[in-house]
């Protein structure tokens, strides 16, 4: 089962998407925040990762900077999932290392076509 | 509503767009024509039906049609028929069409236009191998309403993360408020224009590529066969037929014949694409 690590501040966003990922046969890690975001892919790298932008403690893209650039980091594909929705954070997001973008709100049918399209599904 | 009133609306829709409705759609007719009967200033659907005996005004009876006929779409819906035409077909009618240097596409029910601006990017993708090419893709639709939005090229957030890769999405949109509008260069290799299947379409020349997606899926058997009969007589013979995922020849019009390997993508039995390129 592939494993997909959400990253977001917000509760009732990682329910939501973990119930739409979960039918889609992933198994689910979550995280609250960047930093924990990190330690939790140290312990063990998801195949996933569906990542807000605003958080606190450590955002999103700086997450993604740091992955990047650690050991294993470059593995996991990478689907920002954020209300930023303009083309300056897009373009940011894509040069840091992100695969996808997904600008919130988002439903099923947008993550389906999102994971499929880069080839988790 | 009463069975001759569901009788006339489903006879005005079949008549013009080849739309069959069976009873179990009623509920169709009801969500989609209450508001367009509201909009007449019409209360009830039964309002309707007797505006329609009373003028017979071709206008509405358009309306209507417009109204009941299916229009989702997105970009590169289900993927596989657009790697298909960039990996398989399209370099073998670079290779046949190598002194003509032109190619002709048609997308024969083209919605609100993701169908025709996918194989437009896509092509413009390959630009490098078609320098000195005259491409041209020729979009249509029954509904005018459908392609007033297609020529905009305007999209919601929603609809431009179906099917839409971002880096497609980076590269040809700009963002208009809420919106999302597709370069006018793309916009430019497309051109829209209504027409209906059910009519005599001789006229629009040879195609090189014709792709009639779920459209046929809501014909009967009858005029899926004349339809398919008719895009037979107008695409080439080392030509390719793309239809849907639910969507078959066979059984239909046998002048046609799948290409082996490649769901969804037809060929003339005579001389076929593939067969011709070895
Ligand atoms: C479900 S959409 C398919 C769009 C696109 N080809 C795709 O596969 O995503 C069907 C379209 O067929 C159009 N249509 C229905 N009957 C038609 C007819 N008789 N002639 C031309 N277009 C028709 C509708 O207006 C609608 O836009």
Redesign the interface.
Known sequence: MPSCLIVDDSKVVRMVARRILEDLSFGILEAEDGKSALSSCQEKMPDVILLDWNMPVMNGIDFLRTLRGSKEGEQPIVIFCTTE???AH??EA?SAGAN????KP??R??IE??F??VGVL | MNSQDFQLFGDIVRTRSGLVLTEEKIYLLESRLIPLARRRGLDSLEALAAEVRRTKDERLLMEITEAMTTNETFFFRDTRPFDTFRDVVLPQLLKARAAKKSLRIWTAACSTGQEPYSLAMLLKEEAAKMAGWRVEILATDLSNEVLEKAKAGLYSQFEVQRGLPIQLLMKHFQQVGEMWQIDSSIRAMVKFQPRNLLEDFSSIGQFDVVFCRNVLIYFDQATKSQVLNRVYDILAVDGALFLGGAETVLGICDRFKPVEGQRGVYTSAESGLLAAAG
Do not use: G
Request: charged share 30%; no cysteine; aromatic share 12%.
């Open positions: 929705n303009d083309m897009i373009r894509i996808e973008y997904i600008m988002f439903d049918a947008i076509a999102k499929s399209q």
